[in-house]
């Protein structure tokens, strides 16, 4: 068989795959976008678009991942940097910070609601020690901040760590030689963290961080639990559309539009953190 | 003042003892070689003072100050490392530039430095490429340039041009010895390149399992190996050896011939001589020519002499081929003598 054929052939089972389960409803989702009663239409956008919701949820969305994604960057690479640098219990840590990965988002919301709610541990906690007179409603409109903050919280503990085991990795693959040379050349711990841990690990960084604004985009479960309608966000009203309003057609198109965000942020990600020809390891 | 002091340093690394209690102090503007065989531990001494490594015992000296307790950066040296280590997301220039912008050097004096080094090494049209786009000689001269760009006090270099060709090879070899010498740096250059050694070095360290076997200048340690082992090292190719039994009154008697040799040894001893140290004569070894191997300048003859191999370097325009026999006898004043127990030279 001609060799050349040959990579296409192995990769065909993979993208009959993708073609059935991915393609497929894609199309069935933006054929459901496009439809109006008289042929391919843009009703559907402009109907959610304009909804008085829309901006809001946009918005909020939008601050989350750009309060979110950050702080779990600069606390993955901390962390991913520790880990790297230990010796015994290295694995041990590595798994004992990864269990939030293990946990599903909804469970994860619902444990940090434990934590907030009314009758929650905090209110106990500042109850027991006097800091209250009575048991607070954190999580009310009246407090936005804080509904906020808990579901900052709530994301930041959740899913750091899948940028963590990503950049553990990548960082694993920097050769100790030019760290060595770095040390030799008048670098400080710092400056080698700069000027060489940085630059090489672009690689993992565009992975970590394209797949962790993905999942910024796509936030709900934790939303839901902690903020329910008090934050809407661009997830919870496809979701709305699609079992309260019984509009697929509007679900479709909201579907549409994060798919359509997350294109734009994975391009700028990928050009930002891109490495030139000849400067790979 | 970058006078080098290594006072009993031992490395081990888990249960294998790589470095034996090195002593070796180095002037300020020498130029010392570390020459031995793969894996005798040159890297970890060169390391052990580039603060690399930590020694399991000992200490280092750089100038008047203790240094093994402190970090690379603080030390004053420049390393060029045997796999190069140059960075790969970095250009060439930055590469060479490295050191000077850590250092905070201004922008005008790290393109200058940086432009000097590349000529002197080659690379000058180099300088924008990163290091995937160059071969492996280009990399080692980058990682050469790095280093002199500092001008630091003390240079260390492991095997600096291993991977360039022979010619190119020559010309950096000089280079680097009119460039250091210019600057007054002190350096410790590990090769083991004989040739490489002999041409740069002030003085030159043989190295062998972890221990340094004899420390001084590159026709002492050709001319008056100190050990049996630096005699079968040093010299492309090495001495020949032959065991001499005394017969009394400082006479031994070596294959067929009985010979001259230090009084007072009533153990057997070991006969050497270079191989070109050998004249042809009536009253020498007597010699079978077994491989005869024209080199240009001259012809090198493996000969058997009393069932032990014996090499000898002759004339070019000799006709000598397989089967001759040939009577070689040692030059006046070039034998050494060895003493098979303790590998030390007795004369
Ligand atoms: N990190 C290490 N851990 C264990 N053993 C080591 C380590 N580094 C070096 N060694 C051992 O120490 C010995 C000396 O190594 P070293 O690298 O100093 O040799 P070298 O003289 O530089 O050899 P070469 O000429 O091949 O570069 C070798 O036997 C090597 O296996
Ligand atoms: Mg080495």
Redesign the pocket.
Known sequence: MNVRYLPYLLILPVTLFLCLFFIYPFVLVSQQAFSGPEGPTLEHFREVVSYWKFPISLQNTLLLAAVVVPIQLALSLLMATMVSRMGKGRDLVLYVWTIPLGISDLAAGIIWLAIFEQSGFLNSMLYGIGAVSEPVNFLSYQNPAIVFLAIVLAEVWRATAIMLVILVAGIGLIPKEYYEAAEVFGASPWKRFVKITLPLLRPSLQTALVLRVILAFEVFAVVAALGGTLFPVLMSETYAYQFDLLNSNAAAAMALIILGISIVSTIVILRALRVPKGARV | MAQIEIKGVA?Q??S?Q??HSINLSISDQEFMV?L????????????IVAGL?TPTEGEVWIGDRRVDHLPPRDRGIAMVF?NYAVFPHLTVFENIGFGLRMAKVSNDEVKRRVERNAELMHIEQLLARYSGELSGGQRQRVAVARALAMEPDVILM??PLSNLDALLRLEMRAELKGVLAESKTTAIY?T?DQVEAMSLADRISV?HQ?RIVQSATPVEVYRNPAEHFVAGFIGNPPMNFLSAVPEGAGRYRVADKVLDGPNGASEPLVFAIRPEDLTLSNDGFAATVKIVEPLGPHLLATCDVAGTMFRAILDSDMTVKHGDKLTLAPQDGRVRWFDPESQRAVA
């Open positions: 490395k690394f888990g294998y790589a470095l570390l031995g065989a793969s894996g005798c531990g040159k890297t970890t001494l060169l390391r490594e045997q492991d095997e590990v083991h190295m972890g």
